[in-house]
């Protein structure tokens, strides 16, 4: 068994396109990891269709340089522990919060009574005037502003079920 040569993926990519591609698609760009084919999509965005990308995205993806690369950028941002589970678990709080917000008065109704349900099973629906451990860096603003749709919501479902 072949020992992982961790400095394959150090050096940049030839080509300035394939470089952004996997910056894209590992998130090492600053934002969040994009698939394949909205990677290729801003790697090269005069591409005509997005049939088109998303070939060009699973051959580009699978080229052994470009996938060492994404493999160098992903154990990069691991190390800086910009993917730590403290960061994963605020993205989640995040979508569930982003869920409840947007379909809260929808008759997607349910899918927040589901959010805010799991939510509430985490321990964000008792927040107090200090806000929730666990959100991140202005998150806790939104788990509070959240707070009283979860109630209502919580407190609604109840009643229909009595």
Request: with cysteine.
């Amino acid at each position: 068994m072949r020992e992982r040569d961790d400095t394959r993926g150090a050096e940049p990519l030839k080509k300035r396109q394939w470089e952004a591609f996997a910056a894209a698609a590992t998130g090492y760009d600053g934002g969040d990891p994009k698939t394949a084919t909205d990677a290729y999509l801003a790697a090269y965005p005069s591409t005509r269709s997005r049939d088109a990308a998303r070939a060009n995205a699973a051959r580009l993806a699978a080229r052994p340089d470009v996938a060492a690369r994404c493999a160098w950028m992903r154990r990069q941002l691991a190390e800086k522990g910009l993917m730590d589970a403290h960061a994963i678990r605020a993205r989640i709080v995040k979508l569930r919060l982003d869920v409840i917000d947007k379909t809260a008065n929808t008759c997607h109704k349910k899918l927040a009574l589901e959010a805010a349900r799991d939510l509430d099973r985490m321990g964000y629906a008792d927040v107090g005037p200090g806000g929730a451990e666990g959100v991140g860096p202005g998150g806790s603003g939104a788990v509070e502003s959240v707070t009283i749709n979860i109630r209502k919501l919580l407190a609604g479902e109840a009643r229909r079920d009595d």
